[in-house]
């Protein structure tokens, strides 16, 4: 069986030694590079299933090495990751060909799970909105839309969110969720998760006359919660 092989073009050794060791826990191996200058040369030289691209880098920067992979027709899948949060560099990503964009800081379970959308999906793209009966996310501007109700989510809202709608119908206990969306491995008795999906829900589903359907996430009593999947 192939490996699978990242490239990760971050000048930051921290971030670098983190991302390494989150890849090689699930079998991926990553290539480093610490500047867009030697970034860009391995990306044109060598095969890789994905690019990871830090924005602000010496030599050349995200943006920069990022045209040139498209101007040398490389389609293989890219995601930016910048400590910038506004939404012209997010355009700007996308409009340079860009696959997907992640701010930082991230969670590397995020990081992997985008990352793994992209290699396994045959267009090379993440849907900008993932949607599931009446509900739909933007992951582009973290908008959720519930009937007529739309909401702008925090990081972990809508971790939590694209989290649940992604696996229609299966139940995550308040540890998975803890683990997937705050990187917590234990449950410290706290009710973050279930103080969490209640601000969701108040966001997305304030209370209406002729409302005739029932916000989506469901509390399983005494295990946690799930998407119920659309009939």
């Not at 696996?167 to 009710?191: M, Y």
């Amino acid at each position: 069986m192939k490996v699978m092989k990242i490239l990760l073009i971050e000048d930051d050794e921290q971030i670098a030694d983190l991302v390494v060791s989150a890849f090689d826990a699930v079998g991926v191996k990553t290539q480093v590079e610490k500047d867009g200058f030697r970034g860009l040369s391995s990306a044109l030289q060598l095969s890789f299933d994905a690019i990871l691209l830090d924005v602000a880098m010496p030599l050349l920067d995200g943006f920069q090495v990022l045209e040139e992979i498209r101007r040398n027709s490389l389609n293989t899948p890219v995601i930016m990751l910048t400590a910038s949060v506004d939404l012209p560099d997010r355009l700007r990503s996308f409009e340079k060909g860009a696959d997907d964009y992640l701010p930082k800081p991230f969670y590397m379970e995020e990081l992997i799970v985008r990352v793994m959308a992209l290699i396994n999906n045959k267009r090379g793209k993440v849907e900008m909105t993932l949607v599931q009966g009446a509900l739909s996310l933007d992951r582009f501007t973290r908008v959720a839309t519930w009937q007529d109700e739309k909401a702008t989510l925090t990081q972990r809202e809508y971790v939590l969110l694209e989290c649940l709608m992604m696996s229609p119908g299966q139940i995550f206990s308040r540890e998975q969720i803890l683990k997937q969306v705050w990187n917590v491995d234990f449950d410290p008795g706290t009710n973050v998760v279930d103080v969490s999906v209640q601000r969701l829900r108040k966001k997305l589903s304030n209370p209406k006359p002729d409302a005739s359907v029932a916000f989506p996430i469901e509390t399983i009593r005494g295990v946690g919660y799930r998407f119920k999947a659309s009939t």
